[in-house]
């Protein structure tokens, strides 16, 4: 996992799952931004090829927790198993999803 400032935003990028043992370390990352004052954060997914419900949790909380500050966050390079995820859970009718972190980006400054 890793964190970078670029364009308006926080990209915090992840390769690997997201499941009950990793998601701890997301869910402390994203709130790290979301307290550190950041506003608009996308979360690269690109390295992500499975995520079960704790990962979708953490990204559920992240959403809520930047909305209450006005903020935005936004998915990219989602693959297909884990926007099967997001579809079941309709999460991607609320988060949106993006093909690049640049679109993301593009996304966010249009809000």
């Known amino acids: 996992?890793?964190?970078?400032?670029?364009?308006?935003?926080?990209?915090?990028?992840?390769?690997g799952d997201l499941d009950?043992?990793?998601?701890?370390?997301?869910?402390?990352?994203?709130?790290e931004v979301v307290e550190g004052g950041n506003r608009v954060v996308v979360v690269d997914l690109a390295g992500v090829g499975f995520m079960d419900s704790s990962g979708l949790g953490?990204?559920?909380?992240?959403?809520?927790d930047l909305r209450e500050r006005n903020g935005w966050l936004g998915l990219a390079g989602v693959r297909r198993s884990v926007r099967t995820v997001l579809s079941i859970t309709s999460v991607d009718q609320v988060i949106g999803i993006y093909d690049t972190v640049r679109d993301a980006e593009r996304?966010?400054?249009a809000s």
């Open 58 to 64: 953490a990204l559920v909380v992240a959403y809520r």
């Open 1 to 15: 996992m890793s964190t970078r400032q670029q364009g308006a935003g926080t990209v915090v990028e992840i390769a």
């Open 20 to 31: 009950m043992s990793t998601t701890p370390q997301l869910r402390e990352r994203l709130r």
């Open 107 to 109: 996304a966010a400054s």
